[in-house]
T-cell receptor, first 114, second 111 residues
Framework: KAGVTQTPRYLIKTRGQQVTLSCSPI?????VSWYQQTPGQGLQFLFEYFSETQRNKGNFPGRFSGRQFSNSRSEMNVSTLELGDSALYLC?????????????FGSGTQLSVL | GQNIDQPTEMTATEGAIVQINCTYQTSGFNGLFWYQQHAGEAPTFLSY????GLEEKGRFSSFLSRSKGYSYLLLKELQMKDSASYLC????????????FGRGTSLIVHP
């Protein structure tokens, strides 16, 4: 069974640009969450999608957005990039997104903003 | 809200035992996860504790005290491959199931 796949693995952008990251969850998993990971802040929750609907949202500005397709694949978009957006962006999937369900993470997209 | 605290870094010797602590303060608590993350890799699930007590899985054990807001991950017979970051995450009771992660503990195992 294939794991969670994130593309691209590395990305370099400049301030003001926008970026789109992609995540393919494990087959049969309907919940997809996105996290931002930085050395100083650890993993911070961005948003969660379930059946193409955003079900939960973290405390990030509106520049961060996402969506989920009917096959459960998800994308997140960051517009007007800032230097502080440099981070590892992790996607995680689970079957139903229920309490206590373990998350399966992808290897992440390392975004560098210059 | 939730506040989770774990040590930033720990070092230990191959073959030894190490205990990584995690304390939390939360308005509502359901359970606590431990994940392992090797450098440059995805976090992987280690354990999920809901009830008080110790749960053992091979060389790894996880303990929870709900009344004290305290958990620890115990690693026995340390191996070099155990060098990784260990993430503690708390899940709330009711409503959103989204776990809140601590900043992680970087464990360095040396020969």
């Amino acid at each position: 069974k294939a794991g969670v796949t994130q593309t691209p693995r590395y990305l370099i952008k400049t301030r003001g640009q926008q970026v789109t990251l992609s995540c393919s969850p494990i087959s049969g998993h309907r919940s997809v969450s996105w996290y931002q990971q930085t050395p100083g802040q650890g993993l911070q929750f961005l948003f969660e999608y379930f059946s193409e609907t955003q079900r939960n949202k973290g405390n990030f500005p509106g520049r961060f957005s996402g969506r989920q397709f009917s096959n459960s694949r998800s994308e997140m978009n960051v517009s007007t990039l800032e230097l502080g957006d440099s981070a590892l962006y992790l996607c995680a999937s689970s079957k139903q997104g229920a309490v206590g369900e373990k998350l399966f993470f992808g290897s992440g997209t390392q975004l560098s903003v210059l | 809200g939730q506040n989770i605290d774990q040590p930033t870094e720990m070092t230990a010797t191959e073959g030894a035992i190490v205990q990584i602590n995690c304390t939390y303060q939360t308005s509502g608590f359901n359970g606590l996860f431990w994940y392992q993350q090797h450098a440059g890799e995805a976090p992987t699930f280690l354990s999920y504790n809901v009830l008080d007590g110790l749960e053992e899985k091979g060389r790894f054990s996880s303990f929870l005290s709900r009344s004290k807001g305290y958990s620890y991950l115990l690693l026995k017979e340390l191996q070099m491959k155990d060098s990784a970051s260990y993430l503690c995450a708390v899940t709330p009771r009711g409503g959103s199931y989204i776990p809140t992660f601590g900043r992680g503990t970087s464990l360095i195992v040396h020969p």
